[in-house]
């Protein structure tokens, strides 16, 4: 073999790695590895992550050094989780318990500051910037637990919530500590440091909380089509806020952070754009930010003395010690059991995220030393394995107690559920199958079904060629946010009796259709395709007219009728309301009479809902006009309707899509026939057709005002 070949492999592969080619391939190679390896031994992946990055950095295997491109993926790997530590922040949760967050944020704050301060000034010795930096890293805490009483069912528990909450407290007020701390080190803490450190932070906050959100709206609402640029302008906003903070005398990290906060109710969590956000971070940013964070870590300084091992052992014992103080406080002022202390222990003790946002930023300004830098990884490696031991064990013992969420809706409709879509229009696709994401019950383990149904004529086969290939094109979308859908084509005589087929077959607890075109003369004699369609099915069925982006709506009007609690669907549809609201970060206001305000009103509570809803008292429903006099332009309008025969029906019901359409032709708008007890033996076997064709009150009243007008006019 030619040498000079040789000579090249050998070049190639010297240490440390010169190719940014091969050193992305290793990155790769690592962040795919690391966790499928670690995870056998219940390591916590971040753990992983940065041991590896100690492994191949330079001052063990030296196959990789710190350069130009790591430090930009690590910058951006550290903006990234500040951004997502903000924008996975429940702030409907936190502004309901927000006092009781408040109390559990500045205890869970100050206790680990208060001690952590002594035990690194007096008995570790470093210096004032030094002992507070260090010590407002212990009152960080990232919720790496939270997935564990996620599985247990008792995430609305009252402890789990205020932890939550008093997460957006401390890091803020860390963050904001964080920036006096670096002007302190550099000799700024004067009056004109605090003058203009207030006046940066009012308008930094101005731009961030009262200019970016009316221009993403605007940008989401303009752009609605090109889902790639919604990414872009995402990223462009995160790096514009953390540049914006870095001009403001203010960290970047705490930049991406308000970015986060700002776009929250922006972005819903089971949306695509919230999809790419997280699977893009998740499975690259972050991880080489987690890598290059080993990559600093010198392990030489444990073998020099034990200097190293004795800052790990006193910053662990003390973080888990002010954690525990906190914890404790907070079970004494709002009198919660033992259980509920361990709870909140187990969420807010583990350091991860922010702490090593806060370390790395003192590392770089040179405030801290490579001891605390050091012990920091053995804080997060023990504190995130204590964190999940004792959430887990707490969490047992608040179901054991009785405390689970309770769950009040129908099982049946809920834990079983299965939406089935019927796509007459692909014009109607995409947002149908939006609101599909958004409404569905994530636990259930049916995916929603897309059907296209097909006349049965001299073109069915070609037809039905050409109805999976656009099937298929809703699969593609679907990607986009990890949905999951069935796809079904059918041919059928009459396109409502296809719908009530499908329906059957796959055992259907939903029907999401597009709001029907304007009805021909022949359709208003025989009978319309959606008054076919509620005839012959049971099930709870939405109809939606989606113009207007999520993003464009500012609050949701829910018009219940009276009597609409007594309907078997009611608990569906109101969960399928509440789960719409929450995931939009949108108002709820409730229109009805008292004795639906009081059924609404008890089941939102025992569903410990965070969303924010109110009620308006209407009792003119012979006259559903009035009822315009509450809804806005920016409003997402839901109106509940009912069967013919059903319990809340009412004769005024009558052509409700067509004179609903009209009055609230400017607004978003989702029609609900709540599902209805299975009809008698008698009408499950009268003939399909004739279901179908009847003609239908509101055909006898149209032909009446016909037959009138035509008097009229002899």
């Known amino acids: 073999m030619d040498k000079g070949f040789i000579e090249h492999i050998k070049h190639a592969f010297e ?144 402890a789990v919530a205020i932890t939550v909450g008093g997460t957006i407290l401390t890091d803020t007020a860390v963050l904001i500590a964080l920036a006096v701390i670096i002007g302190s080190s550099q000799g700024q803490l004067d009056q004109q440091f605090w003058l203009r450190l207030c006046l940066s932070f009012a308008v930094f906050l101005l731009i961030m909380f009262g200019v970016i959100p009316r221009i993403a709206k605007w940008f989401f609402q303009k752009v609605e089509g090109e889902r790639t640029s919604h990414y872009i302008f995402v990223l462009f906003v995160v790096f514009f806020a953390a540049f914006l903070a870095e001009v403001c005398s203010l960290e970047p990290i705490i930049g991406a952070f308000m970015a986060g906060l700002a776009l929250n109710k922006l972005i819903p969590h089971s949306s695509a754009l919230m ?82 946002a806060v370390i790395m930023v003192g590392y770089q300004y040179e405030i801290i030393d490579e001891n605390v830098l050091n012990g920091t990884i053995v804080v997060i490696l023990v504190t995130c394995v204590v964190a999940t031991l004792v959430t887990e064990g707490a969490s047992k013992k608040v179901v054991l107690a009785g405390s689970q969420d309770e769950i009040i809706e129908e099982p049946n409709q809920l834990a079983d559920e299965h939406i089935l879509i019927p796509i007459a229009n692909l014009n109607n696709m995409e947002p149908l199958l939006d609101m599909a994401t958004l409404i569905r019950n994530k636990k259930s383990p049916h995916q929603p079904t ?71 003369i022949i ?17 709870s069925l939405f109809m939606c007219r989606l113009e207007k982006p999520f993003v464009s709506q500012k609050r949701i009007i829910l018009l219940v009728p009276p009597m609409a ?57 012979d006259s559903l006009q009035g009822l315009s006099e509450y809804v806005k332009p920016d409003d997402f309008v839901v109106f509940v309707s009912a069967r013919v025969g059903d319990v809340s029906y009412d004769h005024d019901f009558d052509g409700v899509p067509r004179r609903v359409g009209k009055v609230y032709e400017n607004n978003n708008l989702m029609l609900v026939f709540p599902s209805r007890r299975k009809k008698s033996m008698i009408v499950d076997l009268t003939d399909i057709h004739q279901i179908s064709y009847s003609p239908s009150r509101e055909t006898v009243g149209y032909l009446g005002r016909k037959f009138g007008d035509i008097l009229k006019k002899e």
């Open 15 to 158: 240490t440390p790695f010169t190719s940014s080619v091969l050193i992305f391939a290793l990155i790769l190679f690592i962040i795919l590895l690391s966790p499928i390896l670690l995870r056998k031994i219940r390591i916590p992946g971040i753990i992983g992550l940065i041991l590896s990055g100690v492994l191949i950095g330079p001052h063990a295997l030296n196959i990789l050094e710190r350069n130009s491109a790591v430090d930009l993926f690590s910058t951006i790997g550290l903006l990234y989780i500040m951004f997502i530590a903000g924008l996975e922040l429940d702030l409907n949760e936190f502004r309901k318990t927000r006092h009781k967050s408040g109390t559990f944020g500045f205890y869970t704050f100050i206790i680990p500051a208060l001690i952590g301060y002594p035990v690194c000034y007096y008995i570790l010795g470093y210096d004032i910037s030094a002992s507070i930096m260090i010590s407002s890293m212990f009152a960080t805490h990232t919720l790496v637990s939270y997935p564990v009483v996620n599985s247990y069912g008792i995430t609305k528990n009252e």
């Open 275 to 356: 999809n790419r956000i997280e699977f893009i971070g998740n499975s690259l940013f972050i991880p080489f930010f987690l890598i290059s964070v080993g990559m600093v870590v010198d392990i030489n300084v444990v073998f020099n003395g034990p200097a190293t091992l004795y800052v790990a052992g006193a910053l662990t014992i003390t973080a888990l010690a002010g954690k525990y103080i906190a914890a404790w406080l907070t079970r004494v002022t709002f009198n919660y059991t033992n259980a509920q202390q361990q709870l909140i222990f187990g969420l807010s003790s583990a350091h991860a995220a922010a702490t090593l």
């Open 450 to 520: 897309i059907l296209s149904v097909v006349p049965n004529n001299e073109m069915a086969e070609a037809n039905l060629k050409t109805a999976r290939k656009n099937l298929d094109s809703i699969v593609k979308y679907a990607s986009g946010s990890e949905t999951e859908v069935n796809i079904m084509a059918t041919i059928d005589y009459n396109i409502a009796g296809g719908i009530s087929r499908a329906s059957r077959e796959i055992l259907a607890t939903c029907i999401l259709i597009g709001w029907p075109s304007k009805a021909s």
């Open 523 to 539: 359709e208003k004699l025989v009978g319309e395709k959606t008054e076919s369609i509620l005839n012959l099915t049971d099930v």
């Open 565 to 621: 609690e007594a309907e078997k669907g009611f608990h569906y549809w109101l969960n399928k309301v509440s789960r719409l609201t929450q995931e939009l970060s949108l108002p709820l206001l409730c229109v009805c009479n008292s004795r639906s305000q009081s059924a609404i009103d008890q089941y939102l509570l025992k569903s410990k809902t965070s969303i924010n809803f109110q009620f308006e008292l209407y009792k003119e429903w």
